[in-house]
């Protein structure tokens, strides 16, 4: 079959551009096609240029020196040296319409008597609160972790599989432990997607995938086709399961099972002269219409402050949730700066779901078609570059 490149991703998130940089690097000639006008998906450092190009992340914010194979991608683009650090600043509980410390809702004597079984509990095949609950005592997860681990995946944490968080990774000692970059995390999508080895077309919505012998046909939005040997899906569950062509009905099937959580973004700019609350890394809301704010406070400004604040979709409209964000930080509506919308997206993952990805790479074994994203091993971008990297070895062999 003759075809127009090797590799085509569809989806220019962290897990596609990944997928799309190991096959470059590879020397394969790689097409990235990108629904949206920007590259990055949930990395989305949210920049504002009438205020001098302050910018705040309105998505993945910090990455970590466990990060091996996103730290391996930045020292091919020469960009681990340029890894910034975060101040360290600490979370506050919004509970109730105030601000309160971590410690207010930590239930101390319960949490040192349960600490021993973090050594003993199995994480597998178990729930969030079922995990956790046992080893850091049912009160702690009910009044500060169930919060917190809200707040981390936007989303209710009780169903969540345990092993789907936290996941403990190797760190390479000589880079900073949390790291950002001068111009926020989207420089790590935006120097991939920059690499001439590359080509990523962004604007680029598809809507269907062929099967063609043992490759592949996709169509781009003005009815060209374009063929490429090998394909991998880099979209949310609902997309690929869209996308799968004819002859892979089983996987399909499994993929159609996976859910999505939706979250109503709103980032907020405000002068650092009207607010007077003290520097923070955000809140973690306790019942309430958001379930978390984060700051750029890591990173501070001589004139601005930023906040994204991460809504469940459907409880208060955009007026409202204004009125809320700015109740939380005690600042009038009248003061922000600036503001922007985000429509965030990610997976709800279910207990069960390691037994559904085994199936899954069943129904996949022996073809040319990858999947990959964050909702196989977790959400984070490492993650998500860890099932590119596993899924680039089962299509193109393992370099080494
Ligand atoms: C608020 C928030 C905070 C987070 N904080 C952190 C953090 O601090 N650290 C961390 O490690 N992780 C964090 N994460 C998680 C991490 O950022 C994401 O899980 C990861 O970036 C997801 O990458 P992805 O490529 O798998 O998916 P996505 O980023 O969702 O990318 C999928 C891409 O596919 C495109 N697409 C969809 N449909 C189509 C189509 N039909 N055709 C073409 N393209 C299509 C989308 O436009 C999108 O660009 C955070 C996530 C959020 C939302």
Known sequence: MSTDFDHIVIGAGISGLGAAHFSARRGLSTLVLEASDRVGGCINSQVFPALGGFWTEAGGHTCFNSYGHMLSILDDLGLTSQVHPKVKVGYKLWKAGKRRSILSALHLFEGARSIPKLFKEPKDGRSVRDYYGAVLGRRNYRDLLQHAFQAVICQPADDYPAEALFRRKPRRKEVIKAFTF????????????????????????????????????????????????????????????????????????????????????????????????PP?????????????????????????????????????????????ACESLSIAPERIAAQARVHNRLPALRKGHFALVERLDAALAGKRLALTGNWFLGVSMEDALTRSHSEHVRLFGDRA
């Open 182 to 277: 001068a111009e926020g995390i989207a420089t790590i999508p935006n120097a991939i997607a920059a690499q001439n080895t590359l080509d990523v077309r962004t604007g680029q919505r598809i809507e269907q995938v062929e099967s063609e012998g043992e490759g592949f046909r996709v169509r781009l939005q003005d009815g060209t086709a374009i063929r490429a040997a090998h394909l991998t899906l880099a979209v949310p569950p609902d997309v690929a399961a869209k996308l799968l062509p004819a002859g892979f009905e089983d996987a399909r099937a499994l993929v159609a099972g996976i859910g999505m959580a939706e979250i109503e973004t709103l980032v907020l700019v405000l002068r650092q002269d009207d607010l007077e609350l």
């Open 280 to 324: 923070i890394a955000g809140l973690i809301a306790v019942e309430d219409a958001f379930y978390s704010a984060v700051s750029r406070d890591f990173l501070p400004d001589a004139q601005y402050r930023g906040f994204a604040f991460h809504f469940r979709p459907g409880v208060l409209d955009a007026d409202a949730q204004v009125r809320r």
